[in-house]
């Protein structure tokens, strides 16, 4: 009797040791520890509408994107390609399990396979182990416990976003985007169909067709879509819209990856309008067979929004992937030599210091002195030629190159650089010295970017602005800093947006020339390698720089027949853009300026003698000065301006010989003095580059012992000037070219 107690009991003991054993695996399948999951979104830089520029690879070599709901078609879709019983089983479907196995032992290899979408998550947590007992008994305990702490639609979502849709792509979010161009939740029935067949073969996507048909048809037998929506998915004919490519602006998305330290799982939205971006291509490629004939392989465009200084387009080459001219240097941010770009900061910083556009400035033969002792700085004009005295309005707008050095040696250099370095041109780092006053005809270097930046000063009536590549929301509490004044940001967009007064150097009707109004400024580099065109409206401000990155010389080539054409049309479009018809002045007129007649000839307030008589914006504060220059038929030139006007005059003369009163007793030569150095400007061609050879009367000339022009063109070097009159009567100077 004690042994059947004794039984009874240990039988006892073991079924409930059993029983608790069993319990104690139940809970730990059920309750024990799943697999940590991290929601991952890839970086991807898109435009200002969503459209995608680049989408990089996470250190897996995939494209990533998290999906929190799952739309019902592609909800629909999985289910019907992946697991029919979804919705029923605990995470382990027995009848796929069995069916699998008789599939294989019929075939003799695996040819099925039996696991729910709940042991795929499982898996793929699991980081995808090869396929053993073990892993599979591992994958359906991780199921059991995926579906004890998810609802269905989580571990539904769970598998759409870890699953592999072909070419790099991870999850369904990332994969519609990329074959349809659209979000998921835009996705037609055919469309999610097409994406739920490619996760049993993501190697093949351009073959899930005949998968889709397969998907279609379980979904209407499942009673997932009704007749209707059946025959009409059927019917869609899939197009593999991918939209812009990520090659759309690399050189904009290099510079928006190196200065916006963008991290993973961060959308990075940015400035760029995708579509004047491809248009802006477009321009290019239409003006590749003239930029060709002028030697011109490179070419830079940028676009700025002036309200909110986003970057709305950035082209840095014209050819990223082309290797024989450097297609991937970003001329959008590389040191060049601007030209005549940086006149208009000159006339600028004159402007503050209380010159006006009536000013008459000197285009006459000058000699400037440099930091060098005993070494003067000779500039001329493009054309060669001297117009005697020029209004500042006429000097700007035709971009004349003496009357804006003879300024800025007002003015001093010192003054010029803060300026420019305040406006943004960081990469001037020597002193004023150094540059000298060839700063004003851009013997210096700065980029295309800072240029237009800078430009955008005067587009803002005078204010910084904040340039960025990323979309951000405004920020009202900022007050960007002050530049120049108002009237100063006036006068400058009003000279560059004249086309009548550079009419006399530019022409009507080129380039430069639109329908609504434009501030505009061209730009040719020393010795022709680089050649610039910039200008604004109210809305937008383009530059566009054209060259070789190697520095080849151009062709016939300046800032009006190389960049002009390009930067034409990208301002149209750029405008169309903005939706913007110009209708508005560029930069509003300060309440202080008022229209009054002026003599053209000397700037001021027009006499009863002056011949000719135009309009100018001057301050209502500014005192009244009356022209004395002309008088009864004859002008009264100031002494800056009578060799000029005497020289005009013997010209004149030349032209109609006749006898020559009150000359000089002593022969001798008037121009150049003697033991005078003389610099070559490297901003214009040689041939431009000449000094006036002038003496008391008709002189022949010869330097070095051969005879010379009077025009004489300058060589390096020293040389001897002799000049002889017809009686025999000689002169004799020295000059040094450097």
């Given amino acids: 009797m004690f042994f059947k107690v004794e039984r009874r009991r240990l039988a006892g003991w073991t079924a409930g040791g059993l029983a608790g054993g069993l319990l104690a695996l139940a809970l ?21 509408n969503g459209v995608v520029l680049y989408e990089p690879l996470t250190p897996s070599g995939t494209r990533n994107e998290w999906l929190d709901v799952v739309p019902e078609s592609i909800a629909a879709a999985t289910i019907a390609a992946e697991d029919r019983r979804f919705e029923h089983h605990p995470g382990i479907d027995p009848i796929a399990i069995a069916r699998a196995v008789a ?17 795929q998550v499982a898996k793929m947590l699991l980081g995808n182990p090869p396929r053993t007992i073990a892993s599979k008994m591992r994958e359906a305990v ?27 792509t991870i999850g369904v979010a990332r994969a519609s985007r990329r074959y349809f161009g659209c979000a998921p939740e835009e996705l037609t029935i055919a469309q999610s169909a097409w994406l ?53 602006a690399p050189h904009f998305v290099e510079q928006v990856r190196s200065r916006s330290g963008a991290q993973p799982n961060h959308l990075v939205k940015t400035t760029l309008d995708a579509v004047l971006q491809q248009n802006v291509r477009g321009i290019i490629a239409a003006e590749r067979a003239n930029l060709l004939r002028h030697g011109a392989h490179s070419v830079a465009v940028v676009v700025l929004d002036n309200e909110t200084g986003g970057w709305l387009a950035w082209e840095g080459s014209g050819d990223y992937f082309g290797t024989e001219f450097g297609g991937a240097i970003d001329g959008v941010t590389t040191l060049r030599q601007p030209g005549s770009t940086l006149k208009p900061f000159t006339y600028a910083l004159a402007f503050e210091e209380g010159i006006t556009p009536a000013t008459v400035l000197a285009d006459v033969p000058s000699h400037f002195p440099t930091a060098e002792e005993g070494v003067v700085y000779t500039p001329r004009n493009y054309d060669g030629g001297y117009r005697g005295p020029l209004r500042a309005r006429a000097a700007l707008a035709g971009s004349e190159n003496v009357p804006a050095v003879a300024l800025l040696e007002k003015v001093g ?42 430009y955008a000063t005067f587009a803002r009536g005078g204010t910084a602005v904040s340039t960025t590549m990323l979309l951000r929301p405004p920020t009202p509490d900022s007050r960007p800093p002050r530049i120049v004044s108002p009237r100063t940001a006036f006068w400058i967009t009003d000279i560059l947006s004249d086309s009548h007064a550079r009419e006399f150097i530019f022409g009507r009707g080129g380039n430069l020339d639109f329908p609504f109004p434009v501030a505009v400024k061209t730009g040719t580099s ?136 009150g000359r000089e007793t002593r022969f001798r030569i008037t121009s150049p003095s003697n033991d005078t150095t003389y610099l070559v400007d490297p901003t214009l061609h040689r041939e431009f580059q000449a000094i006036h050879l002038r003496a008391t009367s008709d002189a022949i000339w010869s330097v070095d012992g051969k005879p010379a022009a009077s025009e004489w063109p300058l060589r390096t070097g020293k040389h001897s000037i002799v000049a002889t009159n017809r009686r025999g009567e000689r002169d004799a100077i020295a000059i040094t070219v450097r």
């Fill in 28 to 48: 730990w399948i059920r309750l024990g520890p799943i697999p940590t999951i991290t929601p991952d979104t890839s970086p991807v830089i898109v435009d200002r």
């Fill in 103 to 119: 599939h294989d032992i019929r075939h003799l290899r695996a040819v099925e396979g039996g696991s729910t979408i709940t042991q």
């Fill in 142 to 168: 991780i199921a059991l416990r995926l579906e004890h702490r998810y609802t269905k639609r989580q571990i539904l979502a769970l598998y759409v976003n870890l699953a592999p849709y072909g070419e790099q």
């Fill in 196 to 248: 739920a067949s490619l996760p049993q073969r993501p190697s093949t996507p351009r073959r899930a067709l005949a998968r889709q048909r397969v998907v279609l048809a379980r979904m209407h037998a499942l009673g997932l879509i009704d007749d209707a929506s059946w025959r009409e998915a059927r019917a869609e004919r899939l197009s593999l819209d991918r939209g812009i490519q990520p090659t759309l």
């Fill in 413 to 454: 250099p010192p003054a010029l650089l803060r300026l420019l370095r305040g406006t943004g041109f960081r990469d001037l780092t020597h002193t004023a010295d150094y540059y000298g006053l060839g700063l004003t005809l851009g013997d210096a270097e700065v980029t295309l970017e800072q240029l237009v930046s800078a």
């Fill in 526 to 661: 020393q010795a022709y390698h680089d050649n610039w065109t910039i200008g604004y409206t109210r809305a937008v401000t383009v530059g566009v720089w054209v060259g070789n990155f190697d520095r080849q010389a151009l062709r016939s080539s300046s800032g009006v027949t190389g960049a002009g054409p390009i930067f034409h049309s990208v301002m149209l479009a750029a405008m169309r853009r903005a939706g913007d018809n110009g209708e508005r002045e560029i930069v509003d007129r300060p309440d202080d300026l008022e229209q009054q007649p002026i003599c053209a000839l000397s700037g001021l307030r027009p006499s009863t003698s002056c011949p000719a008589i135009e309009s100018e914006w001057l301050p209502r504060e500014a005192p009244v000065e009356f022209c004395a220059w002309h008088h009864a038929g004859r002008i009264d030139w100031p002494e800056e301006y009578r060799d000029w006007a005497s020289a005009r005059e013997r010209r004149t003369l030349a032209s109609a010989p006749r006898a020559l009163a």
